[in-house]
């Protein structure tokens, strides 16, 4: 094949990939990529000028609790539209699963899955977690998966059952530093009021109210309507029971996943879990958009910080520079001028014409006479005490010539003009980029036509 067909292959390969990838899929990955790219990435720019910066995430994350059966897996399966989950009657996920979207399908250990996801690291400092947390990687473009991770969760049950970790804590870290969203299935036939699980759900909620949905799932199986609302009374008496959990207009919509031939006269609100999923990920792209502006002004601001510093800096030396010179001079001329009175009085006039010739001599005298007069005027007894004196003030000024020569660091030449290209670097391309994705994701809602 020659090398003219082979780019064609490649390039026909590269415009596929891009059409498989969503519009909000590709702003999340450029918005990624604005952080991460070597040398001209934020976080590496940020980091010259004393700012650590988080890159985004591409996806959202979307923790699932509830106790054992409630139905978790078995969601997972349906969103994803493939078998990526164990389901079952038994206790089948006992650890942590995260399914997410790649390109082809794997199952991740702890150990590749911590590698995977670097910043779940704080995981392996609880004891017996990473023996218990695995990845899913699935191919499936079903749905909005491609922008969602999934943590599935431990089915949590009450008595006398022993988790090879400390459960609570591992859950309440998950929610607390890495979920977007925190789905809450409470199985109307199983252990709905299961005290470990409303005991999380309530240390969540005092943080992450609004983040927690709670559905009543595998709905079709609680019996009648009536069953239903008993059960569902039951799970919200009991939730408003607890403090933080006490809150008016307590929504738990009714969910299961549809089987192909079977009938249910039970509403599913399944799809609203879809939507709310779309809704995180939609605020996830607009908060991500703006928080990119925000920190391109606060690199800015930074930026000008540093130079106004520096001009500070700078004329700060040049006054040190200026009364360095000034303590000098007179710390040195004074002893000078002491000397040259020295030599036009002690000398005679023959030296100092063979020396300094006759206008020399004249123009010594004539500025030494003052001091000749001042040094006259005190008492030879004083002598070596004025002397003295004057010795040690000008010892004191070219002591204080010193001391005020001490300057600050500026910066080179080569370094404000790095630090100036890259606030340009940062105001103009990185903001225009920025715009720029900002209208591609609202000409999906409003058209380009009115932006």
Known sequence: MSDKSKTKSRGSANAIANASVSVNERILQECHKLYVEDKTGLIDIAKGVGITLLEP????????????????????????????????VAIETQGFTIVTSGRKRESLTGNATMHLYQHLQPLQKMEGVIDYVGTEISTSKQKKFSLVTFIDTPGLVDGDMKYPFDVNKSILWLGDNIADLIFVFFDPIGQALCKRTLNIVEELSEKHAERMKFYLSKADEAGHESDRQRVMMQIVQELCKRPNLNRTGFDMPTIYVPTLGKQSRCVNQIDDVCKEVERTINATIQNTLNQLEKDCNDIADAIDDKLRIDDEACSFNRKAKSRRCIFSLFGLFLPMLLVAN????????????????????ATLRKYTSPVSAMWTA????????????LIVFSIILLILAQLSSKSKVTLARKQKRSLLERREFVQSKVKSRKEGLYKEYLQQSIGSQEI
């Open 378 to 389: 005190v008492p030879q007894l004083y002598h070596w005490h004025v002397l003295g004196a």
């Open 57 to 88: 995430r591409k996806k959202i994350t979307v923790l699932l609790i509830g106790n054992h059966s409630a139905g978790k897996s078995t969601f997972i399966n349906w969103y994803v539209e493939e078998h990526v989950q164990r389901t079952g």
């Open 342 to 361: 020295f030599l036009a009085v002690g000398m005679s006039d023959d030296f100092l014409h063979s020396t300094l010739g006759t206008s020399g001599t």
